[in-house]
Antibody, heavy 122, light 106 residues
């Protein structure tokens, strides 16, 4: 079965960085892109960025440009999302999601991780 | 960014009802639209992609239609498991989502 399992909840101080991992199983990791989406309580989903897992190319939402870095480790079938210069507004749930299609940038997301809660508090 | 607007924001319905949710895009997105179901504390689940294609394993009571700027998700006969929040997503380039429609028990 296809699964994405994310790392556990994090508590960070303002100005710090957080790195969330997303381990894939049940499919060929390098054939599918990974996207990162976040969702504040009661708010709409917000796309943050994308990585072509095959070649490592990335694109980021302009909102997070300069603060977010998405990487992958193909040997570990794991993608990572690092967000820096954290502020209170970054307190939310972060999801990884597989693109439905071969390393697609513009696509629907067919498999999601369980979500990682990041809390930013002094 | 392409803005996505869903209506209604909340919908009260009974088991067996036919339910329709609308999603409007601020500019044409052709058929690059997906629908998701999300339950409290869970990740979204893909229901429909490319406006009208049913994702594998999703019950046939769910259907999607539309193109350009106006899209609909229809549940032909609402079941107890369908009470949830539904989101549309456009993926004509950088993805954006609608604000969600909560389907609650009448």
């Amino acid at each position: 079965q296809v699964h994405l399992v994310q790392s556990g909840a994090e508590v960070k101080k303002p100005g710090a960085s957080v790195k969330v991992s997303c381990k894939a199983s049940g499919y060929t990791f390098t054939n599918y892109a990974m996207h990162w989406v976040r969702q504040a309580p009661g708010q709409r989903l917000e796309w943050m960025g994308w990585i072509n897992v095959g070649n490592g190319n990335t694109k980021y939402s302009q909102k997070f440009q300069g603060r977010v870095t998405i990487t992958r480790d193909t040997t570990a079938s794991t993608a990572y999302m690092e967000l820096s210069s954290l502020r209170s507004e970054d307190t939310t749930i972060y999801y990884c999601a597989r693109g439905r299609g071969s390393n697609c940038f513009a696509c629907a997301f067919d498999i999601w991780g369980q979500g990682t809660v990041v809390t930013v508090s002094s | 960014d392409i803005q996505m607007t869903q209506s209604p924001s909340t919908l009260s319905a009974s088991v067996g009802d036919r339910v329709t949710i609308t999603c409007r895009a601020s500019q044409s997105i052709n058929s690059w639209l997906a629908w998701y179901q999300q339950k409290p504390g869970k990740a979204p689940k893909l229901l429909i992609y490319k406006a009208s294609s049913l994702e594998s394993g999703v019950p046939s009571r769910f259907s999607g239609s539309g193109s350009g700027t106006e899209f609909t998700l229809t549940i032909s006969s609402l079941q107890p498991d369908d009470f949830a929040t539904y989101y549309c997503q456009q993926y004509n380039g950088y993805s954006t989502f609608g604000q969600g429609t909560k389907v609650e028990i009448k």
